[in-house]
């Protein structure tokens, strides 16, 4: 091998190495919108709770969205606001025990929450939306109801995170 093949093999290396490093800061699936670790993806159709939850599944295996924070809350919703075309599901119900709001993905109590001041309002409302009328603001509704999901998952350098 001459020095200038050697050469050109070292420039096309690092090339090749280049663009594995750039493929590694790509943290989402394509469609999904990164944030803090987490991706986020956003349904086209609308459905039940359950079947809500399945179309999450079924996509990288990940679950309705689990808002742990203030920040995500912000996150989330600034994101509907661009479109204001209809609620969206969020993974949270109180199916188990009336009034206590869990995160489905986890089975944990819902400890941060951005609930309409009218909201959580006694009936059969089970499940969890960005509530359009309210400014996506939180509100519960029957789980037959439809609407598209919201789905997270953690980030594709972080897969061990679950509802952050
Ligand atoms: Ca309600
Ligand atoms: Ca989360």
Not at 109 to 117: I, K, N, Q
Not at 123 to 148: H, Q, Y
């Amino acid at each position: 091998m001459s020095m200038y093949t050697g050469l050109s093999c070292l420039i096309l290396y690092s090339v090749l190495c280049g663009f594995v490093n750039t493929a590694d800061i790509s943290t989402c699936h394509n469609g999904w919108l990164a944030f803090e670790g987490s991706c986020y993806l956003f349904g086209e159709t609308a459905a039940h709770f359950t079947e809500a939850e399945d179309f999450c599944r079924k996509h990288h295996n990940s679950h309705l969205v689990h808002i742990d924070s203030d920040l995500e809350n912000k996150f989330i919703k600034d994101h509907l606001r661009d479109h204001q075309t209809h609620s969206w599901w969020m993974g949270l119900t109180d199916q188990d025990i009336e009034g206590v709001w869990k995160w489905f993905d986890t089975d944990t109590v819902a400890a941060f929450t951005d609930w309409d001041p009218s909201q959580p309002d006694p009936s059969e409302e089970d499940c969890g939306v960005f509530w359009l009328a309210f400014d996506f603001k939180w509100g519960d509704v029957p789980c037959t109801s439809s609407f598209p999901p919201i789905c997270e998952m953690g980030s594709l350098e972080n897969p061990g995170v679950i509802g952050k």
